[in-house]
């Protein structure tokens, strides 16, 4: 590269001097002779550009011999420099150099980078588009000439982030990039120093972290669709059997979410019956056998029976089924599923679908337009709840809790956890299994009836049995242990145990998970 910059530098001082040396052979012959109309060195300069750009005046022409030699040059020469500025300009236009210029104009708006095209990426941008009208979409590549156009403007340029960065200069909000691929930041050599960068980055990953750096978020489609799953089709007190068929990424974290927030009664006994390989799962979580009963249904408490034989032999399981997840992650396999059970399978329960677009007359979920929103990706509205929760929290106590920029991954989840539980919480206490969207208004008329129904004593118990399951679940999710005292490197807790065994002090602090929603309500106003 620094070779044939100099070669240019050298080429473009040669023709410099070649360019003066005929302006002078010009002016020095022309101005020789009395009856010549060139007789300055400006007269020289003013034909030779008249002539090398094909306008041809006619106010002044050469005369002698010489100065026609070097008219016959000058008219040789501007063809060539014609075609070239044409050339270039057409160069400039298909090239990147007009998107870049383009880009240097728009510094003051909101600059969303996807490092590629795609089916996710463009989902994602549609939807910020749509609630940013300041926004500018750049895509780090060039457009396929098989791919559609967006329905909204934006810029390919095949350009990494530090170049896109550097045009910024600064102004305005950071840049943030988008890495829609699974794991492709660590793949990727266009993400190697971006944690060096000024901008927020937010890449897919299948591991479920949160934060890399300070800067570097992570974000899992699987756990995306999970949380939108359950928060827009919650469990209601009727559905006692749930049959989830796929037990990949997608099966995993439907039922990860559904031990961590389908809480909705201290007498509850769901049996969630799972067909898929789960060896695994089992093998990871290995205490969820302290709260459920593994492969056999209870009538005391929830139940995980995980089936080793095809879903095809039990008819009389589906039948009574009250609901019907099919959660594989080869969707055309989903629908195969789908249209089997619909065809010789005599169902009374629900069945949901995981497919990336909407069908009419099918309950589909984990659409792409569902998935790939600001707030699952960027997470602010999603996680709202929980960093307010976080904060209210930091500010009760005296001694000094971390910021939620701060929290590690497991205190994260768990504030994430008991902040999405809370549309559970405002089901319950306003007995409307018909809400599935969190206000304002519910959470505070859900914290109203808990005031005056927590006078009851059966109720107060009730309320703090339920909040006690929620947070065992938790713990035990995470393979945390009963201990004397708490313990993070040890995963022990002394609140994990049943709730008769706690004593009257530790049933209370149970307490404090209602009380917030009258703290919160106030935040969220």
């Known amino acids: 590269m620094k070779v044939n910059k100099n070669l240019y530098l050298s080429l473009i001082v040669i023709l410099i001097f070649v360019y003066l040396g005929l302006l002078t052979i010009l002016y020095v012959s022309e101005s020789a002779n009395e009856h010549a109309m060139i007789q300055t060195f400006g007269d020289a300069l003013w034909y030779s550009l008249v002539t090398l750009t094909t306008v041809g005046y006619g106010d002044l022409v050469p005369v002698t011999p010489l100065g026609h030699v070097v008219g016959m040059i000058f008219l040789l020469l501007s063809a060539g420099i014609m075609v070239t500025l044409l050339g270039g300009l057409l160069s400039f236009v298909a090239s990147e150099g007009m998107p870049f210029f383009l880009l240097g104009l728009q510094r003051k708006k909101n600059w969303y980078y996807f490092v590629d095209y795609g089916v996710e990426s463009n989902t994602l941008a549609t939807n910020i588009y749509k609630e940013d009208p300041n926004a500018l979409i750049i ?104 049959v989830l068929i796929g037990f990949g990424n997608y099966g995993q974290r439907i039922l990860e979410r559904a031990i961590l927030t389908n809480i909705i009664s201290v007498d509850q006994h769901v049996a969630y019956h799972i067909f898929g390989e789960a060896k695994e799962f089992l093998n990871v979580h290995n205490c969820l056998d302290n709260l459920f009963s593994l492969n056999k249904e209870s009538g005391e408490k929830d139940s995980l029976i995980f089936h080793r034989e095809a ?196 049933q209370q602090e149970r307490d404090a998970a209602w009380e917030l929603m009258g703290r919160l309500y106030g935040e969220l106003e």
């Open 139 to 242: 895509y780090g590549e060039k457009r396929s000439s098989q791919s559609e156009s967006p329905s909204y403007p934006c810029l390919y340029l095949s350009a990494s982030p530090d170049k896109i960065v550097a045009k910024k200069k600064n102004v305005g909000t950071k840049c943030k990039v988008f890495l829609m691929k699974e794991n492709d930041i660590g793949f990727n050599w266009r993400a190697v120093n971006l944690y060096e960068l000024p901008v927020e980055v937010y890449a897919r990953t299948t591991n479920g972290q949160d934060k890399l750096s300070d800067n570097i978020h992570f974000f899992n489609s699987y756990e995306c669709c999970a949380r939108q799953y359950w928060r827009s089709k919650p469990l209601c007190s009727y559905e006692n059997t749930i």
């Open 311 to 506: 879903w095809e032999k039990h008819h009389s399981l589906l039948e009574r089924a009250d609901r019907i997840i099919i959660c594989e992650d080869d969707e055309q396999k989903g629908w195969s599923i789908f249209w089997t059970l619909r065809k010789y399978y005599l169902l009374y329960g629900r069945i949901d679908l995981r497919n990336s677009w909407k069908a009419p007359g099918i309950s589909c979920f984990g659409t792409n337009e569902d998935i790939y929103t600001t707030q699952q990706i960027i997470r602010t509205d999603l996680n709202k709840a929980a960093i307010m929760m976080n904060e209210i929290f930091r500010r009760s106590v005296s001694y000094s809790a971390l910021s939620w920029e701060r929290l590690d991954d497991l205190h994260r989840q768990s504030k994430i956890v008991a902040a999405d539980h809370l549309l559970m919480k405002t089901r319950i206490l306003l007995k409307d299994e018909t809400i599935t969207k969190l206000t304002v208004s519910a959470v505070k008329e859900a914290y109203n009836q808990y005031c005056e129904s927590k006078s009851s004593e059966e109720a107060r118990k009730m309320y703090r049995k339920l909040e006690h399951m929620r947070s065992y679940r938790f713990y035990a999710f995470y393979n945390w242990n009963y201990g004397l005292i708490r313990d993070d490197t040890e995963r022990q807790h002394p609140m994990l145990r049943p709730f008769e065994e706690l004593t009257e002090e530790q």
